[in-house]
């Protein structure tokens, strides 16, 4: 089995509705212009507020990609 080298960048996913719904916008964004994701590691999360309400969830992820070996 070859040895494998990984890559982990932040991205940031931003939803009205949940921090779940944060990532999941990050992940299949990111996931259509970067191949082989592996890992999303939850960094961060956080709200941005509105006269006194929730109106954005945020969510910094570090994910993980496979890089290719060319092979």
Same mark, same amino acid.
């Given at each position: 089995?070859?040895?494998?080298?990984?890559?982990? &960048?932040?991205?940031?996913?931003?939803?009205?509705?949940?921090?779940?719904?944060?990532?999941?916008?990050?992940?299949? &964004?990111?996931?259509?212009? +970067?191949? @082989?994701?592996?890992?999303?590691? +939850?960094?961060?999360? @956080? +709200?941005?507020?509105? @006269?006194?309400?929730?109106?954005?969830?945020?969510?910094?992820?570090?994910?993980?990609?496979?890089? @290719?070996?060319?092979?």
């Amino acid at each position: 089995m070859a040895d494998s080298v990984y890559r982990v &960048t932040e991205v940031i996913g931003v939803s009205s509705e949940s921090w779940e719904a944060a990532a999941r916008a990050a992940v299949e &964004t990111a996931g259509k212009t +970067v191949r @082989d994701l592996r890992v999303a590691e +939850v960094i961060r999360q @956080d +709200v941005t507020i509105e @006269d006194g309400k929730v109106v954005n969830y945020r969510v910094r992820l570090g994910l993980s990609f496979k890089y @290719d070996s060319g092979d």
